[in-house]
């Protein structure tokens, strides 16, 4: 579990096809980073949760399953790709993002991009599929970023983004056309479920 707050940007150094097709990538962080990281720990990479191994001083490997690389952006990766990197959440650390669970749910589009003010509006095309969870004041994540929606109409929906968030996230890279990781809030996602047991439909 996490809460989409970023703590760290970090890099792709090795991105290696293995037998069958899965990905072995080693990811370059920030000094200190691992310090307390322990093999078979869970680290958010871009919003998708990731074992991490193989750790030093330098970052650490982990490996993506063909599974991962057919539902996220994480095939689209290559040798250079900047990560959002977050830690798993514990008993001890401010929940000030949302409950997000590091299983990406689909892939959305960047169809629009303009400036407000000091802050930047984006609006994003979702799956048919993944529309229906997305709500007005309503949580994503993107690319691991918890963010508010602004607004929603049909597939697409807006977010805000404060000069914060593209200084300490690797969201300043972000133009239309671009592919971004998409969590839906867990809530919606239940709360769906509940209706489809009951005979109902959201």
């Known amino acids: 579990m996490f ?5 760290a940007t970090g890099e792709v150094v090795d991105y290696t096809r293995q037998h069958g097709g899965d990905v072995r990538m080693r990811v370059r962080t920030p ?3 691992t310090e307390g990281l322990r093999a078979g720990d869970s680290v ?10 193989d750790i030093d001083a330098e970052g650490f490997s982990a490996d993506v399953s063909n599974e991962s690389l057919q539902v996220t952006t994480l095939g689209d990766w290559a040798v250079g790709s900047r990560l959002n990197l ?5 008993l001890t650390k401010p929940l ?3 409950l997000v669970q590091g299983h990406v749910d689909g892939v959305a589009t960047i169809v629009a991009l303009a400036g ?3 802050s930047r509006r984006v609006r994003l095309q979702a799956p048919n599929t993944l529309a229906r969870f997305i709500a007005p004041k309503g949580s994503v994540a993107l690319d691991g970023v918890s963010l508010t929606v602004n607004e929603v109409e049909g597939d697409e929906f807006g977010v805000n983004l404060i000069p914060h968030t593209w200084e300490v996230t690797t969201l300043e890279h972000w133009q239309v056309g671009a592919r971004v990781n998409l969590e839906v809030d867990l809530m919606a996602r239940y709360a769906q479920r509940l209706l489809e047991t009951t005979g109902q439909s959201a």
């Open 3 to 7: 809460t989409g707050l970023i703590e």
């Open 31 to 33: 000094a200190g980073y």
């Open 44 to 53: 958010a990479c871009s919003g998708a949760c990731m074992t991490a191994l």
């Open 86 to 90: 977050e830690r798993s959440l514990t």
């Open 96 to 98: 000030g993002g949302h």
């Open 116 to 118: 407000d003010a000091s």
